[in-house]
């Protein structure tokens, strides 16, 4: 069966600093996109940046990056400069088979201290 | 203006009573899904909907039945309802269905409590 592992529940970061959130997935698809989505405290699954599996190019969104190691299906987000808002649940994400539903990870829980 | 709205955002009611959730994109998309949140933050398929024919139904108590009256509109009914339906439901759409290589975009979710 396909998994989503997110291995820390919990991490911490202080203002301006950067943390890197990290994810393994299982899939047999071999062109797929991984996602991670942002969910704060309004509960409003926030897309915050996609990875094409076919790029080898990590992608890039301001101040969220993401670290995409195909082999090793590894697909961690570094969030650089640290803020306020940034605090919340990150769920990565990645589709299943033929069907297109998405497989959640189990979120990690980001405390941003200032 | 809204890309996925859900109604009502808030539900609380008493067990054995039914509800409805409603959902509506106006992103055009072809695809819509019901995802459900566990008190635990699990998320979870339960169904998806590519223009108006069910797609995905993923072992859900005959109790819940979505409807798709429209490929923009996608509802959630609940008979009967039962103290584990407490969760966050969410509603999303994709431009296509069964694809890896596209983009979900949630609603705001529903948080349903049965009391």
């Known amino acids: 069966a396909q998994t989503v592992t997110q291995s820390q529940p919990e991490m911490s970061v202080q203002e301006a600093e950067t943390v890197t959130l990290s994810c393994t997935y299982d899939t047999s698809e071999s062109d797929y996109y991984l996602f991670w989505y942002k969910q704060p405290p309004s509960r409003q699954m926030i897309l915050v940046i996609r990875?094409?599996?076919?790029?080898?190019q990590n992608a890039t969104e301001n101040r969220f990056s993401v670290n995409f190691q195909k082999a090793a299906k590894s697909f961690s987000l570094k969030i650089s400069d640290s803020q306020l808002g940034d605090a919340a649940m990150y769920f990565c994400?990645?589709?299943?088979?033929?069907?297109?539903?998405?497989?959640f990870g189990q979120g990690t829980t980001l405390q941003v201290k200032p | 203006d809204t890309a996925v709205s859900q109604t009502p955002k808030y539900l609380v009611t008493q067990m054995g009573n039914d509800k409805s959730i409603k959902c509506e994109q106006n992103?055009?998309?072809?695809?819509m899904y019901w995802y459900k949140q566990d008190s635990k933050k699990f998320l979870k398929i339960m169904f998806s909907?590519?223009?108006?024919?069910?797609?995905i139904n993923e072992t859900v108590p005959n109790r819940f039945s979505p409807k798709s009256p429209d490929k923009a509109h996608l509802n959630l009914h609940i008979n009967s309802l039962e103290l584990g339906d407490s969760a966050v439901y969410f509603c999303a759409s994709s431009q296509r269905s069964g694809s890896t290589i596209d983009t979900q975009y949630f609603g705001p979710g529903t948080r349903l409590t049965v009391l």
């Open positions: 994400a990645c589709p299943s088979g033929n069907t297109g539903k998405l497989i």
């Open positions: 909907y590519n223009n108006k024919e069910l797609i």
């Open positions: 990875q094409e599996a076919y790029k080898q």
């Open positions: 992103l055009g998309h072809d695809t």
